[in-house]
């Protein structure tokens, strides 16, 4: 059996805090603002694997009220993500995602993002793409106020 997900997240970005993107932390003067580290891309691919599951969100399961997750590493809810839907019986199949960001470049540090991913799932780097582009300076992202992605996830058992 396979199943299909999708999941969307946004994030603030702020003076004052880093900027976590996919498990990696990018040189930038903004970072995103959050209750855990605020990294949007794992956000979407956890909701997008548990949407596939039919588990709910993130939100659900790692609330953002709790003293458990504040400043959380997001590679640690997706390491629970995966073995949430594990307890259902799926695996993950593939993950293709976008970043919507104007800046910092993101192309340069894919690979890196899929590795880390990969290693923190337990599955081949080529289950992860990535992609990211601006938006043409249009809407809140190209204002640079903040960033968003787009997942989506297969899973099968
Ligand atoms: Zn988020």
Same mark, same amino acid.
């Given at each position: 059996?396979?199943?299909?997900?999708?999941?969307?997240?946004?994030?603030?970005?702020?003076?004052?805090? #880093?900027?976590?993107?996919?498990?990696?932390?990018?040189q930038h003067?903004?970072?995103?603002?959050?209750?855990?580290?605020?990294?949007?891309? +794992?956000? =979407? +691919? @956890?909701?997008?694997?548990?949407?596939?599951?039919? *588990?709910?969100?993130? /939100?659900?399961? %790692?609330? #953002?009220?709790s003293a458990?997750?504040? /400043? *959380?590493?997001?590679?640690?809810?997706?390491?629970?993500?995966?073995?949430? $839907?594990a307890?259902?019986?799926?695996?993950?199949?593939?993950?293709?995602? &976008?970043? @919507? =960001?104007?800046?910092?470049? *993101?192309?340069p540090?894919?690979? =890196?993002?899929?590795? @880390?991913?990969?290693?923190?799932?337990g599955? #081949?780097?080529?289950?992860?793409?990535?992609? =990211?582009? &601006?938006?043409?300076?249009l809407? %809140?992202?190209?204002?640079?106020?903040? +960033?968003?992605?787009?997942?989506?996830?297969? $899973?099968?058992k």
């Amino acid at each position: 059996m396979i199943r299909v997900g999708m999941g969307y997240d946004v994030h603030q970005l702020v003076k004052g805090r #880093d900027l976590w993107i996919g498990g990696i932390k990018l040189q930038h003067e903004l970072g995103l603002l959050g209750h855990s580290d605020a990294d949007v891309l +794992i956000h =979407a +691919i @956890c909701d997008a694997i548990l949407g596939a599951a039919n *588990m709910r969100d993130i /939100g659900y399961h %790692f609330p #953002d009220t709790s003293a458990e997750t504040e /400043g *959380m590493d997001s590679k640690i809810i997706l390491k629970k993500t995966i073995e949430l $839907i594990a307890t259902k019986g799926y695996r993950l199949g593939n993950i293709d995602a &976008t970043i @919507c =960001a104007e800046r910092p470049k *993101m192309n340069p540090h894919i690979p =890196a993002m899929q590795q @880390c991913m990969a290693e923190v799932i337990g599955c #081949d780097v080529d289950q992860i793409s990535i992609k =990211a582009t &601006t938006t043409e300076k249009l809407g %809140f992202t190209g204002r640079q106020e903040g +960033i968003s992605a787009y997942a989506v996830a297969l $899973i099968e058992k």
